[in-house]
Each structure stands twice: as structure tokens, then as C-alpha cells.
């Protein structure tokens, strides 16, 4: 079975404010950090629903150094550092070691479609090898629907192989609970830790030896999903999860990003976090009352959320 990952259980893909330039808003950006980490939702910060393809690589480092500079305990954080580009990702990953981060979350590099495995088990070794640093802890990215990259299970093999105690774990964001369930029944160990991505396959994937998750919707809904890992053993379990699958099931039925954004919007009280980059735009009128209407419905809440 795995053991618990040094980032913790739960972790969240951090939604990125903006103020009315569309620049980073630090300052709501760290808040938000800290409210996941009082409800103990450790902080994938620069993930698929922070819009970090949106985000240049010096807004990156800014981003986390404010949060390291706010004290904010670095071996909580696991930064995106996949780009498209082999020195991107290496400047990016060298400065998240730089600043002690617990690990590196890395796409695959998803420009190019059909590419072959060995292309990419090159890209990764040509990062980790140029990076050269003993501190990294990288955690694979597998999300085909948005990348079309597949990480299989050959690759996850020869990557461990090549670099053990490097490639730390994968996040599996596939969908497919069959892959996630292979891949923990194959890898999953001490030293490779084995992330669903969402929190739809949170319990499924602690009672089969993974990790936990890190989902999306852990920047709203992060004390009910951190209550589910830190009890996944406990007699309400299953009642737990299909709370988390209901209030899933309606971030599910409009845009999920702006979705998350508008309910932090509301619940904190600051339209500005609304706000998203284009090419992304907000939920329109209908669809933000259909959510919060849902979301009032089952009780939803974000307690202690501030501006």
C-alpha cells in the first residue's frame, strides 16, 4: 500500500485571481492558498484549473515566490512546471526546487499529437537531467482529454527505472478508473505515489493503495473532500463520497473553471475572482444562477472563505 505522499492527501489545482488588468492578484491568490491549507487541501498551484497555460513563466515564479515569501510551508506545494518547451519546463522546475517545493506536477509536452513513447520519455529525461538537482520529486501528469498525450504504463516503467526516487508519482486525470486502478496496482508504493484527479475516485483510490487526489473542485468544496481523506477508513465513508459526487456533479454541469471562480465569487464576496484570461470567459447570468441555485439547494458553504 502507499504511503502517505509528503504533499498531502488532497491537494487543489489553486484557481489564479485576477484584478482588472488581468494580472496575477497576489494578494487573493495567497489568501486563497491559506484557506486551503486550513482545511488541510495542500496546493497544486499552476495545475490544468489555475489557467497556467495562460500564466508566463515570470508570473509562475512570482506567484510562488509570494507564497514562500507569506511563509506558507513549501513541502505543501506542488507547482505545474510542464511546457511545451524542454527549457521552459527546466526553468520552471529548477526554480520550484530552488524554493523547496514538495514536488513538481509535469505535463507532457502536448503540442505535438501521435507523438511516439519515446519522444516523450526523452522530454521528461532531458528536464529531470538538465534540472540535475537530487531535491526534485516529479509527479507525472496524465490527462489525455485536455493534452491527448497519454502517459501508459511502459512509460511509467521505464521512467522509474531510469530515475528512481525522481519520478515521485503521477497524477491520473484520465477519467478512466480502470487506468488509475492499474496504475496503483502496479506502481503505487513508498516512493511513488498515485493521485486521482478528481475527488469523484477519492476513496476508490485510498482503499486500493493510492495516494488521494487532486481535483478541482478541492478550491471550493475543500473541507468535505479533506474530511473524506482524513476518514476514508471510517464508517461513514461511502456516505461522504456521495455527497463529494453530488456537489461534483453540479461544478459538472456548466464550464468547471468558471464555475469555480463564481462560486468563490460569491462565497468570498469579491466579484473579482470572477474574473478569467481569454481565452476563457465567465459563466453567463443563466448559468451562474443555475449554479448557485443547485449549489443552495444541498446546503453548499465555503466557511472562513475571505475576500
Not at 504511503?3 to 487543489?12: H, N
Not at 481535483?215 to 475543500?222: F, M, R
Request: charged share 20%.
Amino acid at each position: 500500500m502507499s504511503a502517505k505522499a509528503p504533499c498531502g492527501t488532497v491537494l487543489s489545482p489553486v484557481i489564479t485571481p485576477f484584478d482588472d488588468a488581468l494580472a496575477p492578484d497576489a494578494e487573493r491568490f495567497v489568501a486563497h492558498c491559506r484557506w486551503l491549507l486550513g482545511n488541510d487541501v495542500g496546493l497544486a498551484i499552476f495545475g490544468t484549473n489555475s489557467e497556467a497555460n495562460s500564466l508566463s513563466l515570470a508570473e509562475r515564479q512570482f506567484l510562488l515566490e509570494r507564497l514562500v515569501e507569506a511563509d506558507v510551508d513549501p513541502s505543501r506545494l506542488m507547482p505545474g512546471t510542464g511546457c511545451c518547451s524542454i527549457p521552459e519546463s527546466v526553468a520552471l522546475t529548477r526554480h520550484a526546487v530552488e524554493q523547496g517545493v514538495g514536488g513538481v506536477l509535469m505535463l507532457p509536452p502536448f503540442y505535438y499529437k501521435g507523438v511516439s513513447e519515446e519522444g516523450v520519455f526523452r522530454y521528461y529525461a532531458e528536464v529531470i537531467e538538465r534540472v540535475g538537482d537530487d531535491r526534485l520529486k516529479l509527479y507525472l501528469y496524465h490527462i489525455p482529454p485536455v493534452a491527448q498525450v497519454p502517459l501508459g504504463l511502459d512509460l511509467i516503467e521505464r521512467l522509474i527505472a531510469r530515475y528512481p526516487g525522481v519520478v515521485a508519482g503521477i497524477k491520473d486525470s484520465g477519467g478512466d478508473w480502470e487506468n488509475t486502478q492499474a496504475v496503483i496496482s502496479a506502481f503505487a508504493s513508498d516512493d511513488f505515489h498515485v493521485y486521482a484527479g478528481s475527488e469523484r475516485f477519492l476513496l476508490p483510490t485510498l482503499r486500493a493503495g493510492g495516494a488521494g487526489c487532486i481535483s478541482a473542485t478541492a478550491n471550493v468544496n475543500a473541507p468535505a473532500i479533506a474530511a473524506l481523506g482524513a476518514d476514508w477508513q471510517g464508517s461513514e465513508a461511502d456516505a461522504r463520497q456521495r455527497a463529494l459526487d453530488e456537489v461534483r456533479d453540479i461544478f459538472e454541469s456548466v464550464p468547471m473553471i468558471p464555475a469555480l471562480k463564481a462560486a468563490t465569487a460569491h462565497f468570498a464576496g469579491a466579484p473579482q475572482w470572477a474574473r478569467l484570461r481569454p481565452p476563457l470567459v465567465e459563466l453567463d447570468e443563466t448559468q451562474r444562477r443555475t449554479l448557485l441555485g443547485a449549489l443552495a439547494r444541498v446546503g453548499f458553504d465555503m466557511p472562513g472563505l475571505g475576500a
